[in-house]
């Protein structure tokens, strides 16, 4: 049974930085890609960033590059996302997410809220 679960996120003041966590189970971590996506009140959810099994390979949305940075530890079967520079436009639900097959497998969301 998959399992993802997120820890981190809060309030953060523009400019500031942030950290999510979530560890998986019930999957081989290292095998597959894992990723973040966002929702913010009213808006659809959106990729953030995702980051490939061996961790060689990241991508981001034009929106948080340069700014967030996704990494993963194998032996910990955890991936992060570091959030800097925080902007009022990145206050949202985040999710980490991952397809060990045929269906999506999301964690529980964690909220992150830009404000001064």
């Known amino acids: 049974q998959v399992r993802l679960v997120q820890s981190g996120g809060g309030l953060g003041q523009p400019g500031g930085s942030l950290g999510l966590s979530c560890a998986g189970s019930?999957?081989?971590?290292?095998?597959?890609?894992m990723a973040w996506h966002r929702q913010a009140p009213g808006q659809e959810r959106e990729f953030v960033a995702n980051?490939?099994?061996?961790?060689?390979?990241?991508n981001y949305a034009e929106s948080v590059k340069g700014r967030f940075f996704i990494s993963r530890d194998n032996a910990r079967n955890t991936v992060y996302l570091e959030l800097t520079n925080l902007k009022p436009e990145d206050t949202a639900v985040y999710y980490c997410?991952?397809?060990?097959?045929?269906?999506?497998?999301w964690g529980q969301g964690t909220q992150v809220t830009v404000s001064s």
């Open positions: 019930g999957f081989s971590f290292r095998s597959y890609y």
């Open positions: 997410h991952t397809r060990p097959g045929y269906f999506d497998h």
């Open positions: 980051i490939s099994g061996s961790g060689a390979l990241r």
